[in-house]
């Protein structure tokens, strides 16, 4: 036995929720009701189901169900008295205890949360939160099968403040460790900001980033003794001194040797008088220019420059 308590639920809400935690489209088609009891067909993804709900005196109902092939729940769809689809998500309450919301897009708009209750003084004792909008639970018109087989109920708007959207918030915001109820403790040894209780998702991100920074740490030391310094200041250390060596050798042999210049300005000029007295003297004819004559044999060869 069982005491469903419906209420409205504003449409903004309801999307809200939808985004962050999904849904699951559900067609169910209604026959008429019969003697206090209500048949229908089910179909819930591949899942169909034949449902007979039975009420009792006090409001409380019991169901049975029946698994069917799909093929014959999609028969008893085109011939059942009327047809309602709805998309539904579940979110939890606290306790145990759940809530459904239900978006209906046939036979016309309509958002509707539903709590269960497993007798009826738990549900005279519930308390709504502040995101529930009106409360439908006396009203016929609202219940499943008269909304599929009457249509939807003519509703005004249900009115949304920022108290509503401040329970919605938190209801949704713990799935990702940032809510400030219902929230999971953190784990022993991490660090908790006092502004916020840290999730099972950032306590995974934390534990990643410590095992990652511990392996560095552990790895640094290793290469840094693999690690040999450079040999390549000490090189050219040693080309310096070789290149110094040379040039002292150089400095203390010229002092015992005569330049190279000065040697061979000796053998020009010794070259240079040997071919003035091998050559026979002529009388300078009036044209010749004895300049020219003078350079023709006294030319001394290119000297190059000695390293």
């Known amino acids: 036995m069982s005491v469903v308590r419906r209420f409205l639920v504003a449409p903004s809400l309801v999307r809200l929720i939808r985004k962050e935690r999904g849904g699951s489209k559900i067609t169910e088609g209604y026959f008429a009701p019969q003697a206090g009891r209500t048949s229908y067909v089910r179909v819930d993804g591949q899942n169909c189901h034949l449902v007979l709900v039975t009420t009792a005196a006090d409001g409380t109902s019991s169901e049975e169900r029946t698994d069917v092939p799909r093929a014959h729940g999609d028969a008893l769809l085109d011939v059942c008295s009327g047809k309602a689809a709805y998309d539904r998500a579940v979110v939890g309450l606290g306790n145990g205890r759940e809530a459904l919301i239900d978006r209906y897009a046939t036979p016309g708009a309509l958002d509707l949360v539903s709590v269960v209750f497993d007798e009826p003084g738990q549900a005279a004792a519930f308390t709504a939160p502040a995101w529930f909008g009106e409360d439908v639970t006396e009203n016929p018109a609202y219940d499943r099968h008269s909304v599929a087989i009457q249509g939807v109920p003519q509703t005004g708007e249900v009115a949304l403040d920022n108290a509503a959207l401040d329970a919605i918030l938190d209801l949704l915001e713990p799935r990702f460790g940032f809510g400030r109820f219902n929230a999971p403790p953190p784990k022993s040894g991490e660090y908790t900001a006092p502004s ?101 044999w006294t030319v001394r060869p290119r000297r190059t420059q000695q390293t």
């Open 196 to 296: 916020q209780k840290v999730g099972e998702d950032e306590a995974t991100l934390r534990a990643n980033r410590r095992a990652a920074a511990l392996a560095a740490k552990a790895a640094a030391p290793a290469s840094v003794a693999v690690e040999e310094p450079t040999p390549q200041p000490v090189v050219e250390e040693r080309s310096e001194e070789r290149r110094e060596e040379p040039a002292a050798d150089e400095t203390s042999t010229s002092e015992h040797q005569p330049r190279p210049d000065a040697r061979i300005d000796d053998v020009i000029e010794s070259l240079s008088q040997a071919l003035g007295a091998s050559q026979q003297p002529r009388a300078p004819a009036s044209d010749d220019d004895p300049a020219a004559e003078f350079e023709r």
